[in-house]
């Protein structure tokens, strides 16, 4: 059963309209309510002119056309998105939602409302015509119960709502338990064990690897100094053995390293670039992300005996050519990093092309992209531009056809869009059945994260990957919520109020500035990026003390600390030291910092007047006014504007004379026109009004004018326009200057607000200071300079990290060392400043105390989450770590946790293959599929053009009032957060009614949800949190029900599972050889009453039995015959686990209500055991749909013997051709990729794959076109 949210809902049920009327439905552009004469079913709104048709569950069955209106009748509606063919669909008599209803379920309650429903079947039966296909949807066959009808006649193919529930189970499928599995190398036996537990997700090794045949040089050297454990030696073996292939386009095949932070990827490097080293290449390019790592890769090349080759910084080099004299690098590593691979110098010489020149035509060594997740986003989401790195990444590979490619990265391919710089793989493009990495994303975004884990296996099988991890045995993570403190829950309310008030004032502000309106969508932007880091400070700083107070319990348990965060505020303490000199009281409030420099840089002020002129300086104004009108005689006679001259008069004509108009010739000059009486005169003997430039004569004016020098004199009407334009103009200037000063007045008002609020210091500072001071604290990040308390305890000093014996370049290593030593034994960790670092417990440090890992703020991705984690897990250490990862209790800053989990999430895909894999934070996944229809049913219902699917936080359904008042206050906020936009508050008897609406993009942008909800006050910020989630929550929920949620790969599990018969080998990869498999398993899931009654025995032994454990019988008959289960009582209490004879445990709990809802507890043993024993005999042989099913031996509904085929080996090169099959198959979970893991009994042979329904799998072979068995 399912709710149908895509179709617009209909106007509230208040009194049904008369048939005869037609229909009223909302319009689905201007929302009005428009009345649809009968049969219609399209019509255009006489309001806003939109087309449109009636939604599917408002067309009658019979399509009389309305008489006065001829319009075609539509084609029969297709099925809509989410209808299940095998079901009947009917709207809910209640909230109008299209429901998918089992045949033969005659009541149910609607899952989207909760009202009791109750199905007329004689009403449907005349409704539908005989044959079977997807019925239209009827209105009248739903009504809410009335007293219950007489008993149905059932008809034959009746559905029961137990077969219903076991079907549902069974989609959802056994979540996979334990998902690493201890690592060894399976085709290897050469070097010693590894220090430390290396395992492998279980789908990666159900896979295994080619047979090894390249035969490494530098063997017995290695077995001699044991420089390499045997996984290291593995590595070099397939990745040597994969370079000697060529790809279909003729370049050389890469190899991939997914391995883990701290299995030893460097050493492995070392030895690869040993190896190739002596078979005379001795060139190599290992590129990086920090130009420390250098060192690093100097003392891995050291440790595998490999002394004699040289390591060359290139940011330490010229741009001229290496191999030149003056620089004289001939072999050895260029080590560089990815952002020196984009650099070039002043004269345009680049570094990549320096390198190519370098390496040479026909280059065949090495090209290590080390951390290579750095080039990702060369393939990026739709709007925004590739990096120039990953483009670069791109480029150097393909001008380097030859070059040995290495792929390294503990998180490369955590979403496979991030594997578009990985084209030596050879996944898509000529010779594979992806003919670009477009369709490759395509294919795999379909098939959701089991793909993903498709491709590693895919990818280990063809011998181009191996991807193991640290165990993270003996790692501890813990999730602490930090709750907001008293005094910082008022500081964060404060602080959310002010942001909101700033909004109104700016806006009001901006409106006084008609002629700037480029600039005010800057200024937003500003704004709403300075709001975000705002209260990410803010909720750092929140966690301080909960940090503190962890960090100091560790230290007295004799551990020591190392603290992850992001963003060191240094950028804001530098502005600080700047304005206010080296010394201050206290440290820089970052949030404070923050505000002030977006109000100073800002604020819109309008422009400042120029100051009036006073009145010796008419004049001034009278010629610039002259000299901004050009000099033409209202008669269209062009004359010469008359220069006012300084004092020397003897410039010539030639120079004054600049327009060569035909008219403007000498003779002009002798004579010209009086303004007054027209008359003509030697321009002598005429003045001229400075301003206008008119001609008079002296005695035609009244009074006559004597002995005036032209230059300033100005005629009467200029003079009084002149008076006015100045009164005008200072009235005008002294109400901008008003403006201007009341503008300046408030901007010095807000800031001197912003200076008394009570705003938190910078955390970094703030934590070094509460654990001791920088004496105390070893800091690895990328700042320059810290503030430090002064030794009296009094003020603070501004002052550089590095000290005179330690350069700045040096002084992370240095810090580093003092941790490492114990002389420290607190680390705190920025992403900028420890990349590659390793703070493990090494064996091989002082230092060997357990390390404490808090995250105070958790990194904008997941990769780079796993990264910061992996700084304190690796080889060869003593003892593993414990994670804290730290939240506050505010709704919105579970987003960046939600960020890193959507990541971890996947990143269990390919960095670890299985997204059980690594720690679990999905609860808090919000950015996905579901996220954003949550987030739309929550708007619309807040904005009130829907109701809300859940009853908000805090409110009941019996008091409407409250929900009403929390719509407004939820409405209210998001006015004030700028996501409700061109709001309005109603007048007249709406008074309080605000109107506004919400723009496309922001409907499904959940990631500006999150981040805006964040400048909330608290209280309202969590309530509307929990109602997103609760929405979410729902969705989710029904999308399991449906079985369209897409739960990664699924445990296919039962009592016995037996291969069945020869694998059939389907494909053959050419390269590697690798093949397709086609498994045929046969699963006997049933419990027999033997063993049921013991797990219920051993339950009341252990004590652990609660009164309501039994068997059970179901309430209501199917077919004639009742359905048995056992229950008991699960570790959540109130839920009970269920058994069933024929498909043993289900995963599903049952609650109890539930439970004694639909079955009763039986109390008779030997009826249950005849009951329980029959159902067992009977489910052998047919499925719980009865004798007539319409899928007849390919259902596997409640069966208990089932036959299960299962395409293991090489999936990508067959992807298409399955997914060709699938498409084909009536029912809806038998159509989704899905990708599941079956273990066989007997001999414990683990197989991962796709699973081709029974139904599919002869046209999957024919389209194949599959080899016979493979005897030989």
Same mark, same amino acid.
């Given at each position: 059963m399912m709710t149908q949210p895509s179709v617009p809902p209909p106007p509230p049920p208040m009194a049904p309209p008369p048939k005869s009327n037609g229909v009223q439905v909302r319009c689905a552009g201007c929302r009005m309510? $428009?009345?649809?004469?009968?049969? !219609?079913?399209?019509?255009?709104?006489?309001?806003?002119?939109?087309?449109?048709? $009636?939604?599917?569950?408002l067309m009658t069955p019979n399509n009389n056309i309305h008489p006065q209106i001829q319009l075609k009748p539509l084609p029969p509606p297709v099925p809509a998105h989410g209808i299940d063919p095998t079901k009947i669909q009917l709207p809910c008599a209640h909230c109008k939602a299209i429901l998918n209803v089992p045949h033969g379920l005659s009541h149910f309650s609607c899952p989207q409302c909760g009202v009791d429903l109750a199905v007329d079947l004689s009403k449907v039966k005349q409704l539908f015509p005989p044959p079977v296909r997807p019925p239209a949807p009827v209105p009248p066959a739903v009504r809410a119960p009335a007293p219950l009808p007489s008993p149905i006649p059932i008809p034959p193919e009746e559905v029961n709502e137990v077969a219903i529930e076991?079907?549902?189970?069974?989609?959802?499928?056994?979540?996979?338990?334990? @998902?690493? @599995?201890?690592?060894?190398?399976?085709?290897?036996?050469?070097?010693?064990?590894?220090?430390?537990?290396? !395992?492998?997700?279980?789908?990666?090794?159900?896979?295994?690897?080619?047979?090894?045949?390249?035969?490494?040089?530098?063997?017995?050297?290695?077995?001699?100094?044991?420089?390499?454990?045997c996984l290291q030696i593995e590595t070099l073996v397939y990745a040597s053995q994969r370079h000697l292939h060529h790809l279909p386009n003729g370049a050389r095949a890469g190899f991939f390293i997914g391995d883990g932070a701290g299995v030893g990827k460097g050493r492995t490097i070392a030895g690869l670039i040993w190896e190739n080293w002596h078979h005379g290449r001795r060139k190599a390019l290992w590129i990086s992300v920090g130009s420390d790592l250098k060192f690093d890769a100097r003392r891995d090349l050291d440790d595998v005996g490999a002394p004699c080759i040289g390591v060359h910084a290139l940011n330490k080099l010229p741009y001229s050519k290496l191999d030149s004299k003056s620089v004289g690098i001939r072999e050895g590593v260029v080590f560089l990093t990815y952002s020196s691979l984009i650099a070039s110098s002043e004269k345009g010489r680049s570094r990549l092309q320096q390198l190519v020149q370098w390496c040479g035509p026909g280059f065949g060594g090495l090209v290590i992209f080390d951390e290579c997740h750095k080039a990702k986003n060369l393939v990026p989401e739709a709007g925004s531009q590739p990096t120039r790195t990953?483009?670069? !990444? $791109?480029?150097?590979?393909?001008?380097?056809?030859?070059?040995? !490619?290495?792929?390294?990265?503990?998180?490369?391919a955590s979403e496979p869009r991030n594997m578009g710089y990985m084209v030596r793989l050879g996944l898509w493009g000529t010779g594979t059945s992806f003919s670009s990495f477009q369709e490759f994303l395509v294919a795999l975004d379909k098939g959701g994260v089991g793909a993903l884990e498709l491709v590693a296996m895919d =990818?280990?099988?063809?011998?181009?990957?191996?991807?193991?991890?640290?165990?993270?045995?003996?790692?501890?993570?813990?999730?602490?919520? #930090?709750?907001?403190?008293?005094?910082?829950?008022?500081?964060?309310?404060?602080?959310?109020?002010?942001?909101?008030?700033?909004?109104?004032?700016?806006?009001?502000?901006?409106?006084?500035?008609?002629?700037?309106?480029?600039?005010?969508?800057?200024?937003?932007?500003?704004?709403?990026?300075? /709001?975000?880091?705002?209260?990410?400070?803010m909720c750092m700083s929140a966690k301080v003390p909960v940090t503190v107070r962890l960090a100091k319990q560790a230290l007295m348990d004799d551990k020591c600390v190392v603290i992850g965060l992001q963003s060191t505020g240094e950028a804001r303490t530098e502005e600080a030291v700047t304005k206010y000199g080296l010394e201050l009281d206290d440290f820089i409030s970052g949030p404070r910092e923050l505000l002030l420099k977006f109000v100073e840089e800002n604020y819109p002020l309008p422009e400042k007047p120029e100051p009036v002129p006073g009145e010796e300086s008419v004049k001034e104004l009278?010629?610039?006014? /002259?000299?901004?009108?050009?000099?033409?005689?209202?008669?269209g006679r062009v004359r010469k504007a008359a220069k006012w001259k300084p004092a020397s008069d003897g410039e010539s004509d030639e120079e004054s004379e600049s327009d060569s108009d035909p008219e403007s010739n000498e003779s002009d000059d002798e004579f010209q026109i009086c303004e007054i009486c027209n008359g003509e005169e030697e321009r002598k003997k005429l003045i001229e009004c400075s301003c206008c430039s008119h001609l008079f004569h002296p005695s035609c004016l009244v009074p006559p004018v004597l002995g005036i020098e032209s230059g300033d004199w100005s005629c009467h009407s200029c003079k009084e326009k002149t008076e006015e334009y100045l009164q005008a103009r200072h009235a005008y200037l002294a109400e901008m200057l008003k403006r201007y000063e009341a503008a300046l007045d408030r901007k010095s008002k807000i800031l001197e607000i912003i200076r008394s609020l009570n705003l938190p210091n910078n955390p970094l500072d703030d934590i070094i200071d509460q654990l001791g001071g920088p004496d105390k604290v070893a800091e690895m990040t990328g700042r320059r300079g810290m503030l430090v308390r002064s030794s009296s305890g009094k003020g603070v000093t501004y002052q550089a990290r590095n000290t005179k014996d330690v350069t700045m370049e040096m002084v992370n290593m240095h810090e580093k060392q003092l941790f490492m030593d114990g002389k420290k034994s607190v680390a705190i960790i920025s992403e900028a400043g420890s990349a590659g670092v390793s703070l493990q417990a090494d064996r091989r440090a002082l230092n060997q105390k357990r390390r404490v890992h808090l995250t105070l703020e958790l990194p904008w991705s997941a990769d780079r989450a796993i990264q910061q984690f992996?700084?304190?897990?690796?080889?060869?250490?003593?003892?593993?770590?414990?994670?804290?990862?730290?939240?506050?209790?505010?709704?919105?800053?579970?987003?960046?946790?939600?960020?890193?989990?959507?990541?971890?999430?996947?990143?269990? #895909?390919? @960095?670890?293959?299985?997204?059980?894999?690594?720690?679990?934070?999905?609860?808090?996944?919000?950015?996905?599929?579901?996220?954003?229809?949550?987030l739309v049913l929550m708007y619309r219902g807040i904005m009130e053009q829907d109701s809300l699917p859940v009853v908000p936080p805090g409110c009941s359904s019996e008091k409407p009032d409250t929900i009403q008042d929390f719509i407004l206050k939820a409405k209210a906020a998001l006015v004030s957060v700028g996501i409700v936009r061109d709001s309005i508050l109603g007048n007249g008897k709406d008074s309080v009614k605000l109107s506004g609406r919400i723009i496309d993009s922001d409907m499904h942008d959940v990631g500006r949800f999150l981040n805006r909800l964040l400048g909330l006050p608290p209280d309202i910020q969590n309530r509307l949190f929990e109602l997103f989630v609760s929405i979410l929550d729902v969705l989710v929920q029904n999308a399991r029900i449906e079985g369209n949620l897409d739960s990664g790969i699924v445990d296919m599990r039962a009592n016995i599972v037996e291969l069945e018969g020869t694998p059939k080998t389907v494909h053959v990869d050419q390269m590697s050889g690798a093949s397709t498999v086609l498994f045929t398993f046969t699963l006997d899931r049933g419990i027999t009453w033997e063993s049921a009654s013991t797990m219920l025995e051993e339950k009341q032994k252990d004590g652990l039995s609660s009164a309501n454990d039994g068997f059970y019988e179901s309430k209501r008959e199917w077919l004639g015959r009742r359905h048995?289960?056992?229950?008991?009582?699960?570790?959540?209490?109130?839920?009970?686990?269920?058994?069933?004879?024929?498909?043993?445990?289900?995963?599903?709990? =049952?609650?109890?209500p539930e439970l004694k809802n639909k079955y009763r507890k039986m109390s008779s043993l030997q009826k249950a055991r005849n009951g329980w024993e029959d159902e067992y005999e009977v489910s052998s042989k047919q499925c719980m749909h009865g004798p007539n099913c319409k899928l007849g031996n390919y259902c596997t509904v409640g069966r208990r013997l089932q036959e299960v085929n299962v395409l293991g080996g090489l999936i990508l090169p067959v992807w298409g051709t399955i997914e060709k099959a699938l498409s084909k198959q009536a029912r809806l979970s038998h159509k989704r990729l899905r990708v599941v893991r079956i273990e066989t009994t007997a001999d414990n042979q683990r197989i991962v794959g796709l699973l081709v329904p029974n139904a599919a799998v002869e046209t999957v072979l024919q389209d194949l076109a599959w080899v016979q068995e493979i005897d030989d």
């Open positions: 309510i $428009l009345t649809v004469g009968p049969g !219609v079913t399209e019509f255009v709104c006489p309001t806003c002119q939109l087309p449109q048709m $009636l939604p599917p569950e076991v079907e549902r189970e069974e989609d959802e499928g056994g979540t996979a338990g334990e @998902t690493f @599995t201890d690592y060894r190398p399976p085709k290897l036996s050469i070097g010693p064990p590894h220090p430390d537990p290396i !395992v492998e997700t279980s789908s990666l090794s159900a896979v295994q690897p080619p047979e090894p045949t390249y035969d490494l040089k530098i063997k017995d050297d290695l077995e001699r100094s044991e420089a390499l454990s990953g483009e670069a !990444v $791109l480029e150097i590979q393909a001008r380097l056809p030859e070059a040995r !490619v290495i792929y390294c990265s503990a998180t490369g =990818m280990k099988a063809r011998g181009m990957y191996v991807c193991r991890t640290l165990s993270y045995k003996g790692a501890e993570f813990e999730v602490v919520e #930090a709750p907001l403190e008293a005094e910082m829950m008022e500081m964060y309310k404060k602080a959310a109020e002010f942001w909101a008030e700033l909004r109104v004032e700016l806006l009001s502000a901006s409106a006084f500035l008609l002629n700037e309106k480029p600039s005010s969508s800057q200024l937003w932007r500003l704004y709403w990026s300075s /709001h975000q880091r705002f209260f990410r400070h009278q010629r610039k006014r /002259h000299s901004a009108t050009p000099g033409v005689s209202f008669k992996g700084r304190t897990h690796r080889s060869n250490q003593a003892s593993a770590p414990e994670y804290r990862l730290l939240f506050t209790n505010l709704g919105g800053e579970r987003r960046f946790a939600s960020i890193v989990a959507k990541r971890l999430e996947s990143l269990g #895909a390919l @960095t670890q293959g299985d997204r059980r894999a690594g720690p679990s934070l999905s609860a808090y996944n919000y950015d996905s599929s579901y996220g954003k229809k949550a048995f289960i056992l229950a008991f009582e699960s570790t959540t209490s109130g839920m009970f686990k269920i058994v069933r004879p024929a498909v043993g445990e289900s995963i599903r709990e =049952m609650p109890l």
